[in-house]
């Protein structure tokens, strides 16, 4: 092998885009390290190496994929002006996160919320972390003038998950008529 043709070196920066690649089209399982590491291209024991523990790694990953999802919503919304009330802005995420695009992230959400309340090791901590970062983020998209950007944000999220779950499970229906009798879609 001459000295051009070398892989550059390993790391958690690059290994974590090939990780999230791999768990967003074939989920987390267990988040079993061999099938992570197969999809990444490395082995189980260079995982270990990178990030010290298997749920080291799970927290790490899933802090990515939040900061991914999070630039990708941002991409979205710094296109258009600042929403004006509370109302635009759950419109303009829930109509992102119906995009197909963004149907990877939603699928692994839902897997990860069941990691959590199953217990498993790094998924709370995981989520916690996520929804954390969202949290910060939403604050920052709060309309000006919102007299609580920060309530405001733990109860869009509340509204905004609670939508997701209700489509997820089928009752999308009965999810955007809550949001109708809540005023916080249009008529």
């Known amino acids: 092998m001459s000295p051009r043709s070398k892989k550059p070196p390993m790391s958690k920066d ?3 885009p090939l990780l999230m690649a791999h768990v967003l089209a074939h ?3 267990q988040a079993s390290l061999r099938p992570l590491a197969k999809g990444a291209g ?5 995982l270990i190496y ?3 523990t298997k749920e080291q790694l799970v927290v790490d990953l899933l802090s990515h994929i939040a900061q991914v999802y999070a630039a990708m919503l941002e991409g979205v919304i710094a296109g258009q ?7 635009a802005l759950v419109e303009r995420i829930l109509a992102q996160n119906g995009d197909p695009a963004m149907q990877p992230f939603m699928h692994l959400w839902w897997e ?4 959590s309340a199953r217990g498993l090791p790094g998924f709370r901590e995981a989520a916690r972390a996520m929804v954390d970062e969202l949290v910060v983020w939403l604050e920052g998209q709060m309309p000006a003038g ?3 950007p920060a309530g405001g944000a733990r109860y869009l999220l509340t509204v905004i998950e609670g939508t997701m779950m209700l489509a997820a499970v089928g009752h999308g229906d009965a999810a955007r008529e809550g ?4 005023g916080l879609l249009p008529s």
């Open 179 to 182: 949001l109708l009798a809540g």
């Open 27 to 29: 989920g987390l399982g």
């Open 81 to 87: 002006d600042r929403p004006t009330t509370r109302e």
């Open 42 to 46: 490395t082995s189980d024991r260079m």
């Open 14 to 16: 690059s290994l974590l």
């Open 146 to 148: 919102d007299p609580d």
């Open 112 to 115: 990860i919320v069941a990691g």
């Open 50 to 52: 990178h990030f010290g």
